[in-house]
Structure formats: C-alpha cells, structure tokens
T-cell receptor, first 111, second 115 residues
Framework: GDSVTQMEGPVTLSEEAFLTINCTYT??????LFWYVQYPGEGLQLLLK?????DKGSNKGFEATYRKETTSFHLEKGSVQVSDSAVYFC??????????FGQGTRLTINP | GAGVSQSPSNKVTEKGKDVELRCDPI?????LYWYRQSLGQGLEFLIY????????KSGLPSDRFSAERTGGSVSTLTIQRTQQEDSAVYLC?????????????FGPGTRLTVL
C-alpha cells in the first residue's frame, strides 16, 4: 500500500542553521505530496505542497521538490528560526483522497 | 472566513460509554475527513465523506466506530462502548472538492480520554 517514511526525530538545531528533513514515499499512480506542520498547542496546517513531478512547493522560507526518480520530497530551509520549532509531517494522496502521513519529525530550534 | 471547528475540545469518558464528536467543515467544502492522532499510531485516516456519502470507510478500526454527515455539512463521529485504546486526538478536515490535489484544512481536534 501507499506509505511515507520520514527522517527520525527529534531534530535539534541552532538558530540560523540549515534544515533538511528527509521524506520518501511509496505510492501507486501519481501522488500529490504535502508537508503539514503542527506548532505547539495548535492544529495541523498545510506548509506546502506539490502535485506533479519536478514541482517545487514553497512557503515561509521552506521548500520541497517533488522528485519522482528518487520518490522523495525533502523539506529544506536555509536559515531556521526559533519560531520554526514544531512537528513536521510529510504526507501524500494517491488515487484515494485520504492523506497518508509519515510518522512526524519534531524540530526544536535553540536561540 | 471561519475554519473547521470541532466540539468538544476535550472529552473524558468511562470505559464502555458511548461518545459523539462533532465537526463543522468550512462552508462550501464538499469533502470531509476524519483522522485520529495517537502516540503509538501517528496520524491515521478513519473515513472520508463526499457530500453525505462515505465512499471510503476503510480506516474505521472496528464496528464500534460510525460516522454520518448531514446536509452536506456537519459530521458526527460516534464511538460506542469506548475502550482505553480509543484514547487519542480525533481530527476533522475538509477540502473544497475531494480531489487528491486539494489542500485539506484541519480543525483543532477533540482530545478523547477513556478512563
């Protein structure tokens, strides 16, 4: 079945560090790919998405490129801030409308 | 405009009791989804509605779980004879059309604790 595998957490970085959270997927057909974020005490919200191969999603300084050849959708940010501390979920929809989530990666940014 | 709302925000119940969780989707969204978030299982899909019909119920963990949607709007998730393993945060989401490229917008969740 469809699945998403994310980099194990937790991840701890210093402010202004470069961030990469790896995400790979297995899916039939042509999935749409998403990164959702859950800030402390808040609900799940979309960070960015890409709906076809080679598309790049971007938002709030975060980027991820849909790589069909490596079945990956890695999340990157050039310079993280304390306010980026949250749990990040990679997810896909493939054929079915439901979201299939990775296990989540907890990110902590220290000042 | 208003986002997805859920009620109650917290529910504590005794094992064996029935509970009802409510979701109000974003106005005009035809698709509605229920997910469950627990420490051991992560984020799991439960059921998907398109209008008032549920073409995908594949994630409901047992026949103690049921859901309905009325008027193409409000949905209720019912758990009968609750068990301790039902303790989790239940999340509702809605999307404009239900196609796979849609963004799903999530509510704040209902935290269910079964004692």
């Amino acid at each position: 079945g469809d699945s998403v595998t994310q980099m194990e957490g937790p991840v701890t970085l210093s402010e202004e560090a470069f961030l990469t959270i790896n995400c790979t997927y297995t899916a039939t057909g042509y999935p749409s790919l998403f990164w959702y974020v859950q800030y402390p005490g808040e609900g799940l919200q979309l960070l960015l998405k890409a709906t076809k191969a080679d598309d790049k999603g971007s938002n709030k300084g975060f980027e991820a490129t849909y790589r069909k050849e490596t079945t990956s959708f890695h999340l990157e940010k050039g310079s993280v801030q304390v306010s980026d501390s949250a749990v990040y979920f990679c997810a896909l929809t493939a054929g079915a409308q439901k979201l299939v989530f990775g296990q989540g990666t907890r990110l902590t940014i220290n000042p | 405009g208003a986002g997805v709302s859920q009620s109650p925000s917290n529910k504590v119940t005794e094992k064996g009791k029935d509970v009802e969780l409510r979701c109000d989707p974003i106005s005009g969204h035809t698709a509605l989804y229920w997910y469950r978030q627990s420490l051991g299982q992560g984020l799991e899909f439960l059921i998907y509605f398109q209008g008032n019909s549920a073409p995908d119920k594949s994630g409901l963990p047992s026949d103690r779980f049921s859901a309905e949607r009325t008027g193409g709007s409000v949905s209720t998730l019912t758990i009968q004879r609750t068990q301790q393993e039902d303790s989790a945060v239940y999340l509702c989401a809605s999307s404009p059309t239900g196609v796979g490229t849609d963004t799903q917008y999530f509510g704040p969740g209902t935290r269910l604790t079964v004692l």
